[in-house]
């Protein structure tokens, strides 16, 4: 009898554990939703470059959205180089004065003479008198001269125009094509250095156009893949490739609304593409997967998908699904799409029946608590079991009270607490402590805050002599990247510096300080 109550107390426990781990994740889901803001249109977002506006230029120019090559590795997805701009060889010492320079740069109008021109020239002044010393001997007159009266001069340029300046004009818009993609290019490399990763590199295959009955028009890619964009300055090219953790094509499908997903369409392609080769260009798994999805839209059926369309089709909005193969490179905010992927995966791990992350239970208040009798604290079965226990030695830098000290404590047997309390109540400066307490007991320390501020806040408050050995992604873009490089070069340089003999010795003078320290009190 004690036996099976045992047992219908633990599946009561494991059926408790299991519905309050799922109401979280649930609950985790919907504020989820709440918060993203969705794009409807791609023009929303921060950059975006068409595969298509690439010229054909194989000397600079290399796209996979062409088809694929052998001089490139198919994880290499876009390349552009950069080359000087073409000059154009001054006019006919001749024609000089009948010509608006600027004009010559105008590439879409054939540039002209002007029918007339002013000149000045010096002529004997008919009123001098060498008498008068207030009188010039010659004086400047305005000339006008006409351009039917000087057929040479017609000639020349015409000769210029055909055998210099119609020559220039197609080397100067082959490189001006060029030009503009690198610059496009350079624009997204100097955003993303400066955004850092607040926003994330995608390309996106297969556009969909539609107004569905119960939204407004959308217009965005159904499947994305991760990019990486690389730049070689000394050479003046831009590379974009797979992402360096893989290109994970995914569908997306959050521009509609719930009722108009096909989610079990959804779920299939997700499948396919996860099983695939994970190559945005490998068309024979794409296109099937852009059929599926677009057949399974409307609710009529009637989609359209159209793989040749390399350039979208001007379309506005459509009453049916109208879906482009279009590839585009796409510089937007990072989305909370990777949280809502882990939340789904640990639902369907716990539906499955597999244990549930210890982490995860103690935030769901999943695990059953017990008072310990001696210290009036609560802590897990398998806490009171860890051998955790008090560390001898506090090291706190800072200055700290009894509140600090439990905190310690509870870390011992526990494996996680939550510290909460109004700003200016001193939580930066106890973690600034824990920090270097950790760090002196040979841990290592992860801080994560939902904005950079907060990270700066509490770097301040670390000693001076500890903040060189913490890595410290701080900023953003630039800003982010000369934070770690200190980092970095400051831990390399005590490692250089450090000898395991002195450092003990060291050690040792410091701990009998310590107690010297302590005896005093």
């Known amino acids: 009898m004690v036996c099976i109550s045992i047992g219908l107390s633990m599946e009561i426990n494991q059926g408790l554990a299991k519905d309050r781990a799922i109401r979280l994740i649930d609950f985790l889901s919907d504020l989820n939703q709440l ?45 552009i180089k950069k080359y000087n701009e073409p000059k154009l060889k001054k006019v006919p010492e001749l024609c000089e004065k009948w010509v608006d320079q600027k004009s010559l740069r105008e590439t879409e109008d054939i540039p002209s003479l ?87 590199l995608v390309l996106g295959v297969g556009l969909l156009s539609w107004k569905p009955p119960t939204n407004n028009s959308v217009r965005r890619h159904l499947i994305t893949s991760k990019a990486d964009l690389i730049f070689d300055s000394k050479v003046g090219k831009f590379t974009v490739k797979t992402h360096a953790e893989g290109a ?74 109208i879906v482009d193969f279009s590839p585009a490179l796409i510089l937007r905010k990072r989305s909370l799409r990777g949280f809502d992927q882990t939340l789904k995966t640990i639902r369907c791990q716990i539906d499955d029946g597999e244990t549930i992350p210890t982490a995860f239970l103690d935030i769901s208040e999943g695990r059953p608590i017990e008072k310990n009798s001696s210290s009036g604290n609560s802590q897990s079965n398998e806490n009171k079991n860890s051998g955790k226990k008090f560390p001898e030695t506090i090291y706190f830098p800072k200055p700290y009270n009894d509140e600090q000290k439990e905190i310690i404590e509870r870390l011992g047997s526990s494996s996680g607490v939550l510290v909460q309390g109004p700003p200016g109540t001193g939580k930066s400066h106890t973690i600034a402590n824990l920090i270097c307490h950790f760090l002196a007991t040979g841990k290592r320390v992860l801080v994560t805050a939902q904005t950079p501020r907060a990270l700066k806040v509490l770097n301040d408050k670390l000693p001076r002599q500890m903040r060189p050995l913490c890595i410290s992604l701080l900023g953003s873009g630039i800003e982010e990247m000369e934070s770690l490089k200190t980092s970095v070069s400051a831990i390399l340089s005590e490692q250089y510096k450090w000898n395991k003999d002195n450092a003990n010795e060291r050690g040792k003078e410091l701990d009998k300080k310590i107690h010297q320290l302590k005896s005093q009190r």
């Open 248 to 321: 994970q094509l995914l569908t997306e499908l959050d521009m509609l609304e719930l009722e108009d997903q096909p989610r079990e369409a959804q779920l299939t392609a997700n499948d396919a593409l996860e099983s695939s080769d994970q190559n945005p260009w490998n068309r024979s798994t794409v296109d099937p997967i852009l059929s599926v999805l677009t057949n399974s839209l409307s609710g009529k059926g009637d989609g359209e998908y159209y793989p040749v369309n390399i350039k979208p089709s001007d379309l506005k909005s459509s009453i049916k699904p």
């Open 35 to 79: 918060r993203r803001k969705v794009t409807k249109d791609i023009t929303e977002y921060e950059n975006v470059l068409w595969l298509h506006e690439i010229p054909i230029n194989t000397k600079y120019c290399f796209t996979q959205a062409w088809g694929n090559n052998e001089d490139f590795d198919q994880d290499i997805w876009i390349e």
């Open 114 to 200: 002007f029918p007339s021109i002013n000149i000045e020239i010096e002529k004997p002044n008919p009123d001098f008198d060498p008498e008068d010393p207030t009188q010039d001997e010659y004086i400047i007159v305005i000339e006008t001269l006409t351009l039917e009266d000087h057929p040479r001069i017609s000639e020349e340029w015409e000769l210029y125009v055909d055998s210099v300046w119609f020559p220039w004009v197609e080397l100067y818009k082959k490189w001006l094509e060029v030009q503009n993609i690198y610059s496009k290019l350079f624009s997204v490399y100097q955003q993303q250095q400066k955004l850092g990763e607040e926003f994330e």
